[in-house]
């Protein structure tokens, strides 16, 4: 992400996260960033830059966030799951 400004920044990532509708951390681990460096630029620079592609963003964001609790009853369930057929 070397060489490029923080408006082409917050861009790539907008298009990144509405290409593969992927979540916030995965996103500041695809770019090396942290996550609140992604949140910043998707929350605020990306709305002054371009509020059409910020709406974008935060449709899908919102959309994981409800997911969320989903996700991680997912995870928890897999976990014992596993530890229970290595016992």
Do not use: Q, W
Not at 4 to 16: G, V
């Amino acid at each position: 992400m070397k060489g490029i400004s923080i408006d082409e920044r917050a861009i790539e990532l907008a298009h990144y996260i509405i290409d593969s509708k992927d979540t916030v951390r995965g996103a500041a681990k695809k770019f090396g960033i942290s996550k609140s460096t992604v949140h910043k630029d998707i929350a605020e620079r990306l709305k002054k830059i371009n509020p059409i592609l910020a709406k974008e963003v935060r449709e899908i964001l919102d959309e994981n966030k409800a997911e969320r609790h989903i996700r991680g009853g997912t995870a928890t369930k897999l976990k014992y799951s596993n530890l229970k057929e290595t016992s």
